[in-house]
């Protein structure tokens, strides 16, 4: 502890020792960082802030959604600062004045670029901020130029936000309507061809189509007649081993009715169907012909019958069986009629099949082409919807929250603490110059030092005896220095209030 007390105490020595020389250096060091803080030029900035308004329920309805806008949002905050934006800012402001090539205005453009900044503070808000710091300008001049940037940027954004997408709406519509106007010329021209076509050959109407469908009609008509005759078939089957087990005729009185009312009974339906203009090939004329034909037997054989009476239980499922029996017959007929329909429609369609392949490549194309045209026009009608929306509900809805502010002060540099530094960098230069020279020119100011240094013992020291006169002109120099070191920091009050004064000129 009292080897660094003695190392303090001895450095301190030097450095009063030398005082002149470290006022010297101080001077120099302040003077020279003074003029360098004095031509850094004061930058000023500008800031605003811009509210989008995302929510409206009629653009979500017609397709416009919240993400779509947040993309075009995020679009024209990137493209904001692009070099389109900002030369149309420098033409526009104070910075456009000087420029007189394409070289100057590049440049110009690059200063900008660096000088302005829009950030998203959320999902909605954005903050523009713009600095000016032109030397060529006053400082006044540069707070008025940053709040003119500042304003011309969001002219610029609400150019891009209101304008912007309508032109990219008017041409999409215009490219669309094209589109429509190609597509409408080959529909029609599609349906011409077809026209011709069917006019010629009828049968191949939709392609052929109309045969098709006759055919898997008659098909499936086809396929029901043969169940239904299966199941007619299955019950005479049934009805005549109930007729084989029934006996003709039984002991008794006379029977009511029997064959020959059953044969009576048809006959009489017969005559009221063809009263009622039925024809002899219909399937109700032909069941009921066959039903008498089938009674006209029993009930010859019930007239000729003597030796007893007419079974009533075997007189009424031979009318059933009868009955039936017409009915396979019927079913029959019908079946043999879809029959000779199907293989008239088979033949047809073997019998030229390339023209079949026409009819039906002819209706696809057309079909493909109704469909994109139909495509396209429901595709038009949506965007100019969304075009009408855009225009006059503003989909995106811009305000201004805080308009371009008027700098009052600078944001760069601060010089006030500047001046602070090259003060403190000055007396603590000028002290460690003075430091160092003592190092150089070895000089001991304790005796312990010297001691130190040369090895020997140091017996005492003598004290420096000064006359009067020697003593009034060390307190005349002390003055003096005192005097350099108090202008020294007067100076800096000084430019310390000359900065103040210049703020308060621009304010």
């Given at each position: 502890m009292d080897s660094l007390y003695e190392e303090l105490l001895a450095g301190l020595h030097s450095i009063w020792h030398r005082r002149w020389i470290a006022l010297a250096a101080a001077w120099a060091i302040c003077l020279a960082g003074w003029l360098v803080v004095a031509l850094i030029p004061n930058s000023y900035q500008s800031r605003a802030r811009i509210f989008i308004q995302l929510d409206d329920a009629l653009a979500e309805q017609v397709g416009i959604g919240v993400a779509d806008k947040k993309r075009d949002i995020e679009r024209i905050r990137?493209?904001?600062t692009s070099a389109v934006n900002l030369e149309k800012v420098v033409r526009s402001t104070r910075l456009g004045d000087t420029i007189d090539s394409p070289k100057a205005m590049e440049a110009a453009v690059l200063k900008l670029g660096k000088n302005v900044q829009v950030v998203s503070q959320e999902d909605n808000l954005f903050e523009i901020?713009?600095?000016?710091?032109?030397?060529?300008?006053?400082?006044?001049?540069?707070?008025?130029?940053?709040?003119?940037?500042?304003?011309?940027?969001?002219?610029?954004?609400?150019?891009?936000?209101?304008?912007?997408?309508?032109?990219?709406?008017?041409?999409?519509?215009?490219f669309?309507?094209?589109?429509?106007?190609?597509?409408?010329?080959?529909?029609?021209?599609?349906?011409?061809?077809?026209?011709?076509?069917?006019?010629?050959?009828?049968?191949?109407?939709?392609?052929?189509?109309?045969?098709?469908?006759?055919?898997?009609?008659?098909?499936?008509?086809?396929?029901?007649?043969?169940?239904?005759?299966?199941?007619?078939?299955?019950?005479?089957?049934?009805?005549?081993?109930?007729?084989?087990?029934?006996?003709?005729?039984?002991?008794?009185?006379?029977?009511?009715?029997?064959?020959?009312?059953?044969l009576a009974r048809a006959q009489s339906d017969l005559a009221a169907m063809r009263a009622r203009g039925l024809t002899e090939n219909h399937p109700d004329v032909i069941a009921a012909k066959n039903q008498v034909a089938a009674l006209r037997g029993p009930a010859s054989q019930e007239a000729a019958s003597g030796g007893g009476t007419i079974n009533p239980a075997y007189s009424s499922l031979q009318s059933i069986r009868a009955e039936r029996q017409a009915n396979v017959q019927a079913l029959q007929s019908r079946k043999a009629a879809a029959q000779s329909d199907i293989a008239s429609l088979t033949a047809s369609a073997i019998q030229d099949?390339?023209?079949?392949?026409?009819?039906?490549?002819?209706?696809?194309?057309?079909?493909?082409?109704?469909?994109?045209?139909?495509k396209l026009l429901q595709d038009r009608e949506e965007l100019r919807l969304r075009g009408e929306v855009r225009t006059e509900r503003e989909a995106v809805k811009f305000e201004v929250v805080d308009p371009p502010t008027s700098p009052r002060t600078p944001v760069a540099p601060n010089r006030p603490v500047l001046l602070l530094g090259v003060l403190i960098v000055g007396l603590a230069g000028g002290c460690a110059g003075a430091f160092a020279l003592s190092r150089v020119r070895s000089v001991f100011a304790t005796t312990a030092g010297l001691e130190k240094a040369t090895g020997l013992p140091v017996l005492g020291a003598i004290s420096q005896t000064l006359t009067d006169q020697a003593r009034a002109l060390r307190a005349k120099r002390l003055k003096y220095f005192y005097a350099g070191t108090a202008a020294l920091c007067g100076l800096f009050v000084v430019l310390l209030a000359a900065e103040f004064i210049q703020r308060g000129m621009v304010a």
């Open positions: 990137q493209t904001l901020t713009a600095t000016a710091d032109d030397s060529s300008f006053s400082d006044a001049e540069n707070a008025k130029l940053a709040q003119s940037v500042a304003q011309k940027l969001i002219d610029i954004f609400r150019e891009e936000n209101l304008a912007g997408n309508r032109g990219d709406m008017v041409e999409t519509l215009e669309v309507n094209q589109q429509l106007r190609a597509r409408e010329r080959e529909l029609e021209s599609a349906e011409t061809k077809r026209t011709a076509f069917e006019a010629q050959h009828p049968e191949m109407a939709l392609g052929g189509a109309a045969v098709a469908q006759r055919l898997e009609t008659s098909r499936s008509s086809l396929r029901d007649m043969e169940a239904d005759l299966s199941a007619a078939q299955s019950a005479l089957a049934a009805i005549d081993g109930q007729l084989a087990g029934t006996p003709r005729t039984i002991a008794g009185g006379a029977a009511d009715g029997g064959a020959q009312s059953a099949p390339e023209l079949a392949t026409q009819a039906q490549r002819i209706n696809r194309d057309y079909d493909v082409l109704r469909q994109q045209y139909d």
